[in-house]
């Protein structure tokens, strides 16, 4: 026993000796209200992260045997993300058979021949290192390129996550020791401590299963946010929810109370459209969209608004990337528009494109990864594209700049601007028009101007003018179109032109009727026609 616990003492020292090397890239944040702040300045930074995965059971990031780390690293990056949700399982730093595995050890544990010959190749020096040494070495690496590292607690045991039945689900689970776990924990918030690169910890991936409680929540979420506070006082403390991270709405009126943690505190939470019949989607896109936005705001998304508001972190939504399900492709538009609305910090799932060994199946693909199978390029550009809006920091705390609004098109992730002939178009977020508060029944006009949107007629070009007659309502239950009656007092909606995916038209309104109802279900595509008026100060 007293061998083993060298062997750990010394593995926690040589990472503290790595420290020396790392990396400087940044101050330790804090937060103030529901932002995320830098703790020198005072000012807003906002998370828009990548997960990237280390927590499967060879315990390595995957992609190494594919690229080498700086490739990597450097993609990351290049492809628009500030930061990484980088996974890690608490085996890997509380029990000795995992801790002192060598890569090359790990890999012939499974018999992962292939990835061990491609680690050879493009990373040749971590063969010999341990898993937790690689651990670190990748954090070093994202520091290097300016890419913050939040350190996520995914699971005890290495493997795939979410089961209820896993044994990894929630406190006392068969491999969810809470003593453990706090070891764990403590050992991370050690080992990272005067590493720049790293931000925060998040406590527990996904909490689930038969054993979940509040009381027990909020118990060791306590716990767990005091031993890494008290082990490294600079970090962030990710706090996640229950069923999943879909609910934290026992916090309202309830806030979980922390010693000496003021000014560290984040939430966090997921949203995906997991459970939901694809058909729907298809059929009740308005109503469903409205549902799943409001379960967000009822469950998560509170926080931001509450009495004593709080930073919220989206850790994990995500999309499969080839593109084809129409229903993903309908859920990520209407979560755009919320996210855009309230201007979270946010991790999409996932980076990575395969996985050295998932769930028995070596080199298995990742199709919500943003690279490829071999990690050579972006698998959906488009779909990068569509984040750009929600990667801007559109609020900016006590900022000196009026609050306008930008019209946000979540579908295609543009942003509405008027064009040379007063017509108006999708263009790119940065250089998108602003807009004075739009009362609803009221005109849409041009900041700093006396010019308003007006309606041409049905299929003609939507244009600013002197004009304000035009009153737009936001109709149908999404909240995400804007009609407006023409001259013969028929209602036609803002919409994308089909023919150019840019010039900006007015139509008949998609599965909303003349009485500005949903239709109780529609085989047509709204989308087209959601646009969302988005406050911005900056």
Known sequence: MAEKRASHEAIVLLFVLLQIVAYCNSVPLSTNSRWIIDQQTGKRVKLTCANWVSHLQPMIAEGLEKKPLSYIAKKISETGFNCVRFTWPTFMFTRPDYYNLTVSGSLDKYNLTAAKSGIAKNNPGFLSMKVAEVHKAVVNELGKNKVMVVLDNHISQPGWCCADNDGNGFFGDALFDPTEWLKGLTAVATAYKGNSAVIGMSMRNELRGGRQNVNDWYKYMQAGAEAIHKENPDFLVIVSGLYTDTSLNF???????????????????????????????????????????????????????????????????????????????????????????????????????????????????????????????????????????????????????????????????????????NNIILSNCKTASRWDQHQDGGPIKLAGSSQCIGVVGDGGAARVSVDCSSKWKIVSSSGLHLAAQDGKGKYLCLEMNASDHSTIVTKKCLCVGDDLVDFPTCSDDPLVQWFKLVAVNV
Not at 286 to 294: E, G, P, S, Y
Not at 335 to 353: C, H, K, P
């Open 251 to 421: 916090l309202n009126g309830h806030p979980l109370q922390v010693n000496n943690l003021k000014n560290k505190l984040v939430y966090e939470a997921h949203w995906y459209t997991f459970g939901v019949p694809p058909n729907t989607w298809a059929t009740q896109p308005n109503q469903l969209c409205a549902t799943m936005t409001k379960r967000a705001q009822d469950n998560y998304l509170f926080l931001t608004t509450s009495q004593n508001p709080t930073p919220l972190f989206l850790s994990e939504f995500g999309i499969d990337q080839r593109g084809g399900n129409d229903a993903e492709n309908r859920y990520i538009t209407c979560l755009l528009a919320a996210v855009a609305d309230r201007d979270i910090d946010w991790a999409l799932w996932t980076f990575q494109g395969s996985y050295i060994l998932r769930e028995g199946k070596v080199n298995s693909e990742e199709a919500y990864g943003v690279m490829d199978l071999n990690w050579d390029r972006p698998r959906n550009p488009g779909f990068l594209d569509k984040l750009q809006f929600i990667r801007q920091m559109n609020q900016e705390l006590e900022s000196k700049k009026p609050t306008n609004y930008i019209m946000f098109h979540p579908q295609s992730g543009q942003c509405v601007q008027v064009g040379k002939n």
